[in-house]
């Protein structure tokens, strides 16, 4: 059974950075994509940046362009994203996810998304 858990979340002031974690569990293989979603209060769920099964190739959400980044350890089976200047609008509940597959690139989960985490609350002051 594929699971999820991210860590990491909390309350930091607008202009500040936060690092979320998420661990990978019950899968053998490790070449599979992984991505970040977050969810606002009163709004869908959006991508925010995802990442191929090589953690060779990323995509970023434009809101976010330039300010987070995404990172795979393969041999950790873990995925990160780092946020830096983070302002009011950032704020939500931040879920990881990876394909049902393996093998995909950045816009696997268009195809769908089986596994997510549990979510992990960011909450940015001003």
């Known amino acids: 059974q594929v699971q999820l858990a991210e860590s990491g979340g909390g309350l930091v002031q607008a202009g500040g950075s936060l690092r979320l974690s998420c661990s990978v569990s019950?899968?053998?293989?490790?070449?599979?994509?992984m991505g970040w979603f977050r969810q606002a209060p009163g709004k869908e769920r959006e991508v925010v940046a995802t990442?191929?099964?090589?953690?060779?190739?990323?995509y970023y959400a434009d809101s976010v362009k330039g300010r987070f980044t995404i990172s795979k350890n393969a041999a950790e089976n873990t995925v990160s994203l780092q946020m830096t200047s983070l302002k009011l609008e950032d704020a939500a509940v931040y879920y990881c996810?990876?394909?049902?597959?393996?093998?995909?690139?950045?816009?696997?989960?268009?195809?769908?998304?089986?596994?997510w985490g549990q979510g992990t609350q960011v909450t940015v002051s001003s």
């Open positions: 019950g899968r053998t293989r490790s070449e599979y994509a």
């Open positions: 990442i191929n099964w090589r953690g060779r190739s990323t």
């Open positions: 996810a990876t394909e049902e597959g393996m093998y995909g690139s950045t816009n696997w989960y268009e195809y769908g998304v089986k596994y």
